[in-house]
């Protein structure tokens, strides 16, 4: 007997010893731990791989400063990190690059109207780890041809993006309906949107929202409309690179993070106000005022706080980069907070 309880005494001392371990290996922060997250700080900013130019996605003006939905992630991301929106440095990238730079590590994350697909999600070995920006694919024609429709597109030549998903759609929906069409294939959106211009294709085809902005691009904007209805889903989002949990968190919170300010009107206008006096314990965690969320991400505790502030919530970086308070004047659509009929959804932040 004495010798069986020297041995659970042995064993429980022994539990007591690697407690602690135990504890701190289920306590400690993968968002600290992440590789991408240890480079980025390291280098001192972020690299964001982004369009090579769609007015309000992503665009450089004429000092070279982008701007854009896609863009305010990469800045929203910096200031989380940083405490600086301006601490990015941007690679434009064409449909076929884009993969391989994120692959190879040139950039740390992709912000470039990407569409979730099965074979991106599974075969690539990236993560689409949220949406940003839910749409469709539609057409832009002339007015003059006097086009209603896509069907009414039988026999057209179509400009597209070569690899994109628009290739793909646009060839799988005429086919199921029967209807024949020549799809003339670019290297960039940039070649397509101009050949279309120039009258080399009867129509170019693209998401509802990039469509929009590349409309600005015409010499005669007003001779062009685009169609109604859309033959596609195409939800769009941050891509990553497989094998860092981590990253993908902070990439993923942040963005909830913006819906979540928006949810209970913190603005960058207000952040200040509301972290000093909101007693709705999500949006204190949210600013750092309590909670350690930051800290659990591998960031500071402002974290939301300096994003919000230099960026604004998910609300104010469509308006002023899509929405009403831009030169596109897209309506939220599916892009609306869930409380109000739209798709953005954010888990609590507790």
């Known amino acids: 007997m004495r010798g069986m309880m020297t041995k659970l005494a042995a064993v429980a001392l022994a539990a007591l010893a690697t407690a602690p371990i135990a504890a701190e290996a289920q306590t400690a922060s993968p968002g600290a731990k ?11 900013h972020l690299e964001c791989g982004v369009h090579t130019g769609i007015p309000g ?32 440095k941007y690679t434009p990238t064409t449909v076929q690059q884009r993969w391989s730079v994120l692959s190879s590590g040139q950039v740390d994350l992709l ?7 099965f074979k991106r999600d599974t075969e690539l070995g990236f993560n689409f780890v949220q949406i940003n920006y839910f749409e469709g694919q539609t057409f832009i024609v002339r ?17 597209v ?9 646009a060839t799988d929906w005429f086919r199921e309906r029967n209807l024949k069409i020549n ?3 670019f290297e960039k959106n940039d070649d397509a949107i101009a050949a279309y211009d120039s009258e080399r294709c009867d129509t170019y085809t693209a ?31 941050p891509v990553t690179r497989e094998g860092d949990d981590g990253w993908d968190n902070i990439i993923r919170w942040v963005f909830n993070g913006t819906l979540i300010a ?22 204190r965690m949210l600013l750092g005022a309590d909670g350690n969320a930051g800290q659990i991400l591998g960031l500071p505790k402002e974290w939301m706080f300096n994003a919000i502030k230099q960026v604004g919530n998910y609300g104010e970086q469509f308006e002023r980069s899509v929405g009403m308070g831009s030169d596109l004047k897209l309506e939220r659509g599916f892009n609306q907070l869930w409380t109000k009929g739209g798709l953005m959804f954010s888990p609590v932040l507790d």
């Open 111 to 117: 912000s470039r109207i990407s569409t979730l697909t």
């Open 262 to 283: 928006e949810l209970h009107g913190v603005t960058s206008a207000n952040v200040d106000k509301m972290r000093a006096e909101s007693r709705n314990a999500e949006v």
């Open 143 to 159: 007015k003059a041809a006097n086009i209603k429709e896509a069907k009414d597109l039988d026999g057209a030549a179509i400009c």
């Open 161 to 169: 993006a070569a690899g994109s998903t628009e290739e793909r759609n």
């Open 34 to 44: 992440s590789a991408t997250l240890a480079a980025v700080k390291a280098r001192g």
């Open 183 to 185: 799809i003339v294939k």
């Open 57 to 88: 996605w992503s665009f450089p003006n004429d000092k070279g400063e982008w701007s854009g939905l896609d863009v305010d992630l990469c800045r929203s991301v910096a200031a989380a990190i940083f405490g600086d929106a301006g601490k990015v």
């Open 207 to 237: 998401g509802t929202g990039a469509l929009a902005g590349q409309r600005r691009k015409l010499k005669n904007p007003a001779d062009h409309v685009i169609l109604a209805g859309t033959i596609s889903r195409d939800p769009q989002g």
